[in-house]
């Protein structure tokens, strides 16, 4: 404590915003990593075709803990390195706000990088794929074919409008979604 005391009340007042804001980094850092801060809303399985991220978020309670903890830390090395105060204060205000900007920027496109896991029929259209159960002739019958869509290998239902059943183990392209979820292929050669 005898180092405490030999301080400036400039330089006490960066330790204790640096001690406080440390901790409160360590504590959001750590509740981050075992999920206790999840913004989960529960399993939805909805189609949404409008983006609704985050976006870029700036003002948030872990940037601004971030922009403490730096100001403190790079305000003491300022300090240390024989700075003034109002060079000391510049340094530390830069280097939070680019602490916070980088923060902001990860926590963004972290976000982009996230998938719902909504199967969109109309992606399956012009996908080739293989019939897992025989689909009938001029859409006498339901079969299932094997496609993959979405970085997914699925199972789905189809009807075809060839003349020919569709047996298992043909190559087929899917040529049309109908509104209930169905898809119509055709062989391919």
């Known amino acids: 404590m005898e180092w405490f005391q ?11 915003i ?29 189609e949404i ?15 601004l803990v971030a922009f403490f903890a730096i100001f403190g830390w790079s ?12 060079v000391t204060i510049f340094i530390s205000i830069v280097c939070g706000l680019a602490m916070m900007f980088v923060m ?15 199967l969109k029929m109309k992606n399956a259209l012009n996908s080739i794929g293989e019939v897992y159960l025989t689909v009938g002739a001029n859409r006498s019958s339901t ?4 496609i993959k869509i979405q ?5 789905l239902e ?10 298992q183990g043909k190559i087929i392209k899917v040529v049309e979604v109908t509104n209930n979820g169905l898809l119509i292929i055709e062989p391919q050669n």
């Open 6 to 16: 030999e301080l400036t009340s400039f330089q006490k007042t960066y330790w204790i």
């Open 18 to 46: 640096t001690g406080i804001s440390t901790l409160m980094f360590l504590f959001v850092l750590i509740t981050t990593i075992i999920g206790v801060d999840s913004d989960d809303i529960g399993d939805v399985d909805a």
């Open 151 to 155: 970085g997914a290998l699925r199972e």
């Open 104 to 118: 902001a920027a990860l926590f963004y496109y972290i976000s982009k990088l996230t998938s719902s896991g909504t």
């Open 158 to 167: 189809a009807l075809t409008d060839h003349n020919e059943d569709l047996k």
């Open 75 to 86: 305000g003491i090395a300022s300090m240390d390195a024989g700075n003034s105060k109002m």
């Open 49 to 63: 075709d409008v983006d609704t991220g985050a976006g870029f978020q700036f003002f948030t309670l872990k940037n």
């Open 143 to 146: 079969g299932k074919i094997q």
